[in-house]
């Protein structure tokens, strides 16, 4: 392994300008530009805003700054594994004829939506501190481990479903059905505490519930985003029939490291399959 | 051995050749409940051993489906031998078809950044080399349109114009030239000539044998992946036409 990231290490040149091409791409017959990448998760929260405020009786304040500290991550999420499962089939012509390491078209994908992840962070601390008013914690000095460990983890899953996708085109059919229900097993519309309170067990079995729930990675670092972006909240949700409250839970650092330590180990196992079968490509009629 | 450009020892190339599509999901179910798996091998390439060396131009020769671009692919390092021994020494250039690398909805101008850097040039050397490139793609109007208003010819001499510009020691031409129109196939046959003149490695896949007697100093022959003869062009060209002429004459 350390031989190819030498060898991309080389390229580096080619991975950049592949990032700056696909970004450029996307927005060169927009007229708004970046600024559709933003408008997609603002209506988005907007919505699950007045919906779980007004339908389903949430209580809590500025609820939409806690939707969209685990929805911009969410869409990273989502966006750079459906457009790396295309990267290395779209570009097959060229991967048939040159030679250049070919992980740089799945890493481009993904290091393009990163750079739009990271934009959109900064419109979300504008808002946070603008219009929200909220103090920025001192934990959010965590923030870049987090995103460096959420790059990780998307890099290895792009690796695998950009290769397998070559070979086998039910692949990204397969990865956006798995995105949507990936979707209700991470805490965006809901918060892991009512995850912990879930009446699907008894007590002495909530702990275990809460935990095997964030053995999820993605599931994991979306708490954690959260947690360290926004103080601790209480949620209150009204139903017709009772009110409950659910209080805020500390984060727990031995399932985050749980979480780091899983993301290293699918960006490992990501590039070593990769490798394996990336001189294949070329052979794929 | 320093004069050597490519040198290969007996190098096989087989692809799997599956009747049943593998290529999706229901193509490996249903694989699964037959009896027996079909699975043919083909061999492309059987057993080639060639050295060429710096400074020769060799003409690459045979009929459709005979390995000439499974060749070019293995020398380019595109695909990896089944079998036998492959050494390139030297910077590669494949001169791509016709749009492969070009992105229709860029300019002219970003998409010959693109091609240099994947041909292995920096950005730098790609901006010192723009007037150049340009001149000879004569397109200055056009540099800055978006790629999908030009004709194909065109997108061919904007792709040739960054490969000749990227300084290869080794230029791989597998059926490229066939869409320019007649004043810009010469202006590429006085290149490649200057290129020979600079002691540069030439390999050209080609079906117009003019082309070939043209500019190859020496012709290989390739038929259902073997070499059939290699020599002086006149000499291969004359048999490998005898042999077309054979075919043909049977056929009917
Ligand atoms: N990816 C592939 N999978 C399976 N078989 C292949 C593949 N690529 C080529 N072949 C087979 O290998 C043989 C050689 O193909 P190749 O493309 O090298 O021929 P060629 O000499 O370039 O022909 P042409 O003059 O038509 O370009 C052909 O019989 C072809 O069917
Ligand atoms: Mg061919």
Redesign the pocket.
Known sequence: MLNELRELYRYRELLWTLVLRELRVRYKNSYLGFFWSLIVPLVTVAVLTIVFKRVMGMVIPNYSAYVLAAFLPWMYFQTALLDSSQSVLAQIQLVKKVYFPREVLPLAAVLANLIHFVLALLVFFVYLLGYVGAPLLPSVALLPVLVFFQTLLIAGLSLIISCLNVFYEDTKYIVSIGLQLMFYLVPVIYFSEQVYHAQIASPEWQRWIYLLYHLNPIAMLMTAYRKILLPPITVQQIGAVQKQTFASLPMDWGLLAVACAVSVVVFMLGYAFFNKRKWDF???? | MKDTAILLEHVS?S???SHQPYSSLKGILLSMFRYRRRIEV?Q??NDVSLTIRHGETVGLI????????????IIARVIRPSAGRVQVNGRVAPLLQLGVGFHPDLTGLENVYFNGIILGLTRQQIAERLPSIVRFAELEEFIDTPVRAYSSGMVLRLGFAVAVHTDPEIILM??VLAVGDEAFQHKCLRKIQEFQHEGRTILL?S?DMNQVRQVATRTVW?HQ?RVMADGATDEVVRQYLAFTEEMERRAI
Request: proline residues 3%; neutral net charge.
């Open positions: 070329a052979e794929q009629p | 190339k692809y799997r050749l083909h492309a390439l045979g009929v459709n489906g005979s390995g000439k671009s499974t060749l070019l692919a597998d059926e896949v079906h390739l992946g």
